[in-house]
């Protein structure tokens, strides 16, 4: 996962616009925020190997972040991944699962 994420880090930013929220400008918050789930959520596919045991875990961590349908989605698209395969099919076959 770290080769995936967009590096904000040495970049002189006042401003972060967040998608589905009111701006902030607090974007040492964002960032850090941000880093620290993506973190979380590197260390919970570590630790479980199904996609419901991915879920329990990133929800009770994180109950108001995201809607469960989004979650539930994203945790089945990743043990996807794992076994390879197209990502967007693999995105697609988690919805459809």
Avoid: K
């Avoid at 590197?42 to 996609?51: C, Q, W």
Wanted: charged letters at 25%.
């Amino acid at each position: 996962m770290p080769g995936n994420r967009l590096s904000l880090e040495g970049h002189d930013l006042d401003i972060v616009e967040v998608g589905h929220a009111d701006s902030d400008d607090d974007a040492v918050r964002l960032i850090a925020g941000t880093r620290r789930y993506l973190d979380d959520a590197e260390a919970a596919l570590a630790a479980y190997d199904t996609p419901a045991e991915f879920f329990d875990a990133m929800l009770a961590r994180y109950p108001e972040h995201l809607g469960p349908t989004v979650l539930w989605v994203g945790a089945r698209a990743l043990h996807l991944a794992r076994e390879g395969g197209d990502p967007v099919q693999n995105l697609v076959a988690a919805w459809r699962t």
